[in-house]
């Protein structure tokens, strides 16, 4: 039997509190929905033209097939075609998701606004070819499962699968191709269920960035065992201006009224963040090579920072000098602190990235886990200036908050919202997530998290305290499609780091740790300690947001 899904959305919006001292208790899964956004441009319009064609993005759907073996938790996959599609548009391809996870996803339906009819943007395949069936599988499955791949007329490219359960091949207007010009190349991205004989994937553009015109259409790819060679479909291209469909500024901020997330510290965090104007007019300096005798205070909004695009090693900040105001700085001032707010275009501009960044002027000492020992490491791990930041993903066809991205030290994870942390407050819904303690990573549920392998790496704690940071204080620090009226402050701009090398020796701290292992969990320990990044290990000052690869490119 089919069943359906429809995505459905309720945001109220409020003033919020600039700070808070206590948790809300009550924590719980819901969806986050839009709501009625301030006017302009083509924003959250429902639908974009990308220069001859127009999409809509579909999250209703019906189910065609199901196994239940298998694939991520052993759970299965299934496989949906958009139902409710508008009228005049067309689908592109099928969807498919991971049983291990609620239903929630969408695909992209298109439709012809060319004035050409002889070069039309759509056209219908002319043939399929049969990629895989289910017969042959030993798992268990609701019946035999057809996958096939349209034959696109020359000039044009399929972007996705149609899938039955009989080996009948379907109409050949089940499905639109669409005219090369307006497609990108993909690449496969996260698996969603296989065998030893096929596996299906998301796809996404393989070129992906803020200027990247690529566009992830919604459906997935599959490919027979083995098999290495780029999907055999095809992403959308656009090739209107990027900046039309963007959140304009009341817009930006209607977005993090509704969407900011709450941030848990843990209850035995010493080093809490703080705002960056509070790190430097409590006493942080900055040094220059050569003139480590004369450090400089910095000024409000680190307008005396320096700022040529390059990290040469030349410049770097520091803690104060004195060790009372050094030891004070460390921990921060949680009611300073306020998140960085960077507004950005992905996937061709149908959705809005919001990187918010969060300064702590301290990142603490590490801890291990060797097994069922918990170890203090010393001086491993710390450093001066640690930033850390989560990332909003926002459809601009509909305004909706679809995932959100975790840094987590030198990598991170994207999270469907489906499968966020919700705090109800004040008639409203807001993301939750928490920050490890000591080294301030971001997870989207409190835990232990353990960076190695067989019981034994660096321990990533965290839990609820009294301790909340709200990301929905934030300042606005760039968005380059709003430029001149969202203006970059001078520390931005700095590119050197924001702490000084750790001058510590490694060897000599793992030699204190491993006093009191037993010596066959040595070599493994040391091993595990030394493959960590430098990120993890403390021995550099970061640089900032704007040094980061994702500045401008995709988070990894």
Known sequence: MDSCFSSCFVVNLFKRKQSRSRPVDTIFKLPIVSTNWPPGSGFASGIIDLGGIQVSQ?????KIWATYDGGQDNQGATVFEPTGIPEGFSMLGSYSQPNNKPLFGYVLVA????SSTSNSTLKKPIDYTLVFNTSSLK?????TCYIWLPIAPDGYKALGHVVTTTQDKPSLDKIKCVRSDLTDQCESSSWIWGSNDVSFFDVRPINRGTQAPGVSVGTFVAQNGGETSPPSISCLKNLNSISKIMPNLLQINSILQAYSPLMYMHPDEEYLPSSVNWFFSNGALLYKKGEESNPVPIAQYGINLPQEPNNDGTYWLDLPADDANKDRVKKGNLQSAESYVHVKPMFGGTFTDIAMWIFYPFNGPGRAK??????????????????????????????KLWKIYFSQHSKGEWIDSS????QSENNSNRPVFYSSLHGHASYPHEGLVLQGKNGIGIRNDSAKSSMIMDLGKFVLVSAEYLEPFVVEPSWLNYFREWGPKIDYDLDEELRKVEKILPWKLKDVFENIIRSLPKEVLGEEGPTGPKVKNNWSGDEV
Not at 58 to 62: G, I, Y
Not at 139 to 143: E, L
Not at 370 to 396: A, M
């Open 111 to 114: 439709k012809d606004v060319s």
């Open 370 to 399: 060797v097994k069922f020992i918990d170890i203090k490491l010393g001086k491993i791990g710390e450093h001066v200036g640690d930033w850390e930041h989560v990332t909003l993903r926002i459809s601009n066809l509909d305004g």
């Open 139 to 143: 798992v268990t499955q609701d019946s």
């Open 58 to 62: 579909v999250s209703t759907f019906n």
């Open 419 to 422: 499968q966020l942390e919700f």
